[in-house]
Nanobody, 128 residues
Framework: DVQLQASGGGLVQAGGSLRLSCLAS????????IAWFRQAPGKEREGVSC????????DYVDSVRGRFTISSDNAKNLVYLQLNSLKREDTAVYYC?????????????????????WGQGTQVTVSS
């Protein structure tokens, strides 16, 4: 079965960096997708980024484009999200997620309803 485990969160000052990791298991050799979402207190879950395992194609929402980078090490079943130039508004619980159906990142990559599997989340707090 598919399991996702997010880690790497912490507290950093504005302008700092973190690297989040998502350990994924149970996918096999398919063109699966791993996405990152985040949810701040009192706000709805927000899509951040997605990567397709076979093509390495990536997607980003505008608010993080140029600051965050998603990457994968398929041999290790790891997906990373490098967070640079962090802002206070980036503070949230970050989740990794995957759709049940293979085929790479969904066209609506930032829609949480496209995803079936979710990790437990890791807290990112940006202070000033």
């Amino acid at each position: 079965d598919v399991q996702l485990q997010a880690s790497g969160g912490g507290l950093v000052q504005a302008g700092g960096s973190l690297r989040l990791s998502c350990l994924a298991s149970g996918f096999g050799d398919d063109d699966y997708a791993i996405a990152w979402f985040r949810q701040a207190p009192g706000k709805e879950r927000e899509g951040v980024s997605c990567i397709s395992s076979r093509t390495r194609s990536t997607d980003y929402v505008d608010s993080v484009r140029g600051r965050f980078t998603i990457s994968s090490d398929n041999a290790k079943n790891l997906v990373y999200l490098q967070l640079n130039s962090l802002k206070r508004e980036d503070t949230a619980v970050y989740y990794c997620a995957a759709p049940k159906v293979a085929g790479g990142c969904p066209g609506r990559f930032d829609d949480p309803y496209e995803y079936d599997y979710w990790g437990q989340g890791t807290q990112v707090t940006v202070s000033s």
